[in-house]
């Protein structure tokens, strides 16, 4: 699909249609040209709201802000609405900015085409796909002044980049269980590397006997699919800021010997999200070429049931020494990124580290299917992710931990627990296990991102259908682009 930026008139693009944005309900504005036929049809212009006017090649769609966050959802579900339909190959869109100077509203409605187009038809025999082939949008109203010609089309080629990058992580999450295994999570990693420039390093159980990375192993070893740790690197000349992304890349989590229950199992392909948008960031990292030093640890194991499955009552020593009292094999997340964390500070000495997780039902219990959850050590990481989500149009929430759940997680017979003595507060318990292994010189430069919640979607929200949504994608990258902003002068940074 291509995007072509122009300063004629709306009026005199031809295409196959018009998609127009209602803001904020206000079917008086100069752009809403059918508000009689509109209303009629009972549209009031409500966010997400669609009406599409086949004889006039007009689709309308409401938002409730000129921000990213209602841009971007309200043209993802208007372009969504034409998956299948054929006719419609060339769309034009007009410029809704915001603030004349800022193009965070470009970028969003960009993202919102990109990720309205997704649909996954890899087990399909008859693939309905998005038509559209050409957007065409229209800087008329703009002067040079205001948005140059330049400006508009870094907003759409970084807009572009990021969408891609997320349909990406998509296209990883969506992949069945035994079509997407370890080893195969790691090569498709390897082809992407080898596509735009990326290190890629990828080590095997062998290698991984050798890093001590036991914990890791343990939650692997009754699968018939080898575990992989996968080590993407985008280092550029100069770079302003080194920074360590982990995740979680559980290819399949049936819960080990403490099986999960048969309505729970469903879904668990998406148990690899975390991997998944650690290799979707690194994609669009080394498109963008930004000058940021970054590097990509994905611990890709399957959890499964066997005569050498690892047991509750087992105790398994992680990378770093520690070791562990297994209670749970459903929480298996925490060991597999136990390892992949130590892993990543002896490879790497950052200036942030994140880690991404589909963590625990818990999260999911406490802040809905919308939202992550950002723990840590310290305030200061944890504030800048929650800051870049919103800039980012994700949800992301702090959840704080606390010294008193921090004892729930002590074990009788080893140094700690998997599991919590209670069955509340299970983000942060799971949280706080992980801060059991990181190191000083990180503590407070790590946050960790429980995205159990949004990275899978059963019914449709916003800008995402049904299936992975690759949630964590842009709010990293808003976060890796501002790194890459520092010592520079500080532009109009958005909010949206
Ligand atoms: N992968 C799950 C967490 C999960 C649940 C992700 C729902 C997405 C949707 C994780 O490995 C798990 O099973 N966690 C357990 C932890 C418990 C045994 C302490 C959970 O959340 O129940
Ligand atoms: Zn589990
Ligand atoms: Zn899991």
């Known amino acids: ?69 209602g841009i971007r959802p309200a043209v993802a579900t208007a372009i969504r609405s034409l998956i299948g339909k054929k006719a419609y190959k060339n769309v034009k869109i007009a410029t809704y900015l915001s603030h004349p100077r800022c193009t965070a509203s470009l970028r969003a409605m960009v993202e919102g085409i990109v990720l309205g187009r997704y649909s996954y038809t890899t087990y399909k025999s008859k693939k309905v796909k998005s038509s559209i082939k050409k957007v065409m949008i229209s800087l008329e109203g703009y002067n040079e002044h205001e948005v140059t010609a330049e400006i508009a089309a870094r907003a759409v080629h970084n807009g572009e980049i990021t969408a891609n990058a997320t349909n990406f992580t998509r296209d990883i999450v969506n992949a069945a269980p035994d079509d997407c295994y370890p080893e195969v999570m790691a090569n498709s990693a390897a082809d992407m590397a080898k596509e735009t420039g990326l290190k890629c390093k990828i080590l095997k159980p062998k290698q ?9 192993l343990a939650v692997g070893r009754a699968s018939r699919h080898k575990s992989r740790v996968i080590h993407l690197t ?24 403490s099986l999960k229950p048969a309505e729970h199992m469903v879904t668990m392909k998406s148990d690899k999200s975390g991997g998944a948008t650690v290799v979707g960031i690194m994609k669009a990292v080394a498109e963008m070429d930004l000058p940021v ?32 009292e297994i209670r749970n094999t459903d929480a298996e ?15 790497v000495k950052a200036d942030y580290l994140f880690d991404f997780a589909t963590l625990t039902g818990a999260c999911v219990v406490g802040v809905g299917h919308y939202t992550s959850g950002v723990m840590g050590n310290a305030d200061e990481p944890k504030e800048l992710v929650a800051n870049m989500a919103t800039q980012a149009g994700e949800l992301v929430t702090k959840l704080d931990f606390n010294r008193h759940l921090k004892k729930t997680i002590k074990s009788e017979i080893a140094d700690v627990c998997n599991i919590s003595n209670t069955r509340y507060g299970g983000a942060i318990t799971a949280g706080q296990f992980l801060s059991e292994f990181i190191d000083d010189e990180h503590r407070e430069k790590w946050a960790h991102i429980d995205i159990a919640g949004p990275a899978f979607v059963e019914h449709a929200w916003g800008e995402n259908p049904y299936g992975a949504s690759g949630a964590g994608v842009r709010t990293m990258l808003r976060l890796i682009e501002k790194l890459a902003r520092t010592q520079e002068k500080q532009d109009h940074t958005p909010d949206n």
């Open 1 to 69: 699909m291509n995007f072509n930026i122009t300063t004629e008139n709306i009026a005199e693009i031809k295409s196959d249609l018009e998609i127009i944005i209602v803001i904020d309900k206000n079917l008086d504005h100069r752009f809403v040209q059918d508000k009689k036929l509109l209303k009629k049809a009972g549209f009031s212009g409500g966010q997400d709201e669609i009406c599409h006017l086949i004889e006039k090649n007009r689709l309308y769609a409401g938002a409730e802000t000129l921000k990213g966050r």
């Open 208 to 216: 991984l006997k050798e890093e001590k990375m036991e914990a890791l």
């Open 234 to 257: 985008h280092k550029p000349k100069n770079p302003k800021a080194v920074i360590s992304l982990i995740g979680k890349g559980l290819t399949y989590d049936s819960g080990g010997l």
């Open 293 to 324: 030093e970054v590097h990509g640890f994905v611990g890709a194991v399957e959890n499964m049931i066997g005569g050498d499955a690892y047991k509750p009552d087992d105790v398994l020593k992680a990378k770093n020494g520690t070791t562990i």
């Open 333 to 347: 997340g925490r060991l597999v990124l136990a390892d992949t964390l130590c892993y990543a500070q002896q490879e």
